[in-house]
């Protein structure tokens, strides 16, 4: 993705043009593909338990943030993304319970899911901060 100047001559991303672009998309794809890996060595009594309800709640990550990505309204992106988080949040429930279960939870897992949180939030700000600072003078 290429960079562009502002007026304030600051250094900013330009926008992406596919939600394949977005590095918040990038790392939750991640994290599906690692909660796939380790899940597939869960016990198989878990498969349609945890196993199931995990990854339906790692996908619901990535694909909410691929729909926010072609949403018009900001607020309505917003919502899009806050519905990731929320999966997220479910999906760190379920590190809990692996782990306490003493089911294998690698580390680059728990950190992917770090790493998205703090993705997720500040791509939420900065698109709140957007819409107000782009909001038309009456």
């Known amino acids: 993705m ?4 502002n007026q304030k001559s600051e250094i900013r991303r ?13 790392k939750a794809h991640q994290f599906v593909l690692e909660v796939y890996k ?4 869960f016990p198989k009594e878990e498969l349609f338990g945890l196993t199931s309800q995990f990854r339906r709640a790692a996908v619901s990550i990535a694909a909410n943030i691929s729909e926010g990505f072609r949403k018009n309204g900001k607020m309505d992106k917003v919502r899009f993304y806050n519905f ?3 999966s997220l949040e479910e999906c760190k429930y379920y590190l809990i319970l692996s782990n306490d279960l003493s089911y294998p939870i690698s580390d680059k897992l728990v950190d992917l899911s770090e790493e998205v949180s703090k993705l997720l939030d ?17």
């Not at 926008?15 to 672009?21: A, L, Y």
């Not at 380790?38 to 060595?41: L, Q, S, W």
């Not at 500040?122 to 009456?138: L, M």
């Open 2 to 5: 290429e960079e562009v100047r």
């Open 38 to 41: 380790i899940t597939k060595d």
């Open 84 to 86: 990731s988080q929320g």
């Open 122 to 138: 500040g791509y939420i700000k900065s698109i709140k901060r957007n819409a107000i600072s782009k909001a038309p003078d009456f």
């Open 14 to 26: 330009a926008p992406g043009k596919s939600f394949q672009d977005l590095i918040v998309w990038q």
